[in-house]
């Protein structure tokens, strides 16, 4: 019995394709002789879906952000490399710095990290409305837990004792403030 997917894709060809249509056939069996030519035949072509998973499982298991970060600057930096040979190796670090930056400078700004500061006391101390809290859940999911994360470490030695009453709130806004402009505060 033939295969039902290959007869579709004959009836296809010999039935109903037009000029344009057998361009795009033919150069689709032009590139798959050649996968299965460099992969060695059908069962050694690598598997899309599983390499998704197999990406999906990297993720999830180690670190993603930096995973992907190195991923983004592995991939930028072969570009460079094939589109601009003509760059120093100083001009292309400088680039793919600034395209993807490293941890350090992923960090939030002092403005918006006091911000986060701010409504992650409040809502823990029970002083947040209802309405900003669903408003931040509606834009960040889970955000008490995530801006946790993103806290650098001695924030959160400092929101630790103040939730603990080991600190009053004024001693509480200085030490943040103190935290805030010290550099290498980071998590």
Known sequence: MADPDLVKVLDYILNRCDEASIEAVAAAVVRRRRDLAMFGGKDS???PKHMARDLASQIDAGGSADFIRETVRDTALRILQQEAPELSEAQVEALINSWVPGPEEMQ???GVLAAMIGQFAAYSRGGMDAAEDES???QFGAWPERY?????QLVRLIIGEYLRDEIGEAEFHRKIQTALTLKGSGP
């Open 136 to 138: 931040l859940r509606a």
């Open 148 to 152: 946790w994360k993103a806290f650098p």
């Open 45 to 47: 072509l690598p598997d």
């Open 108 to 110: 939030a700004p002092p």
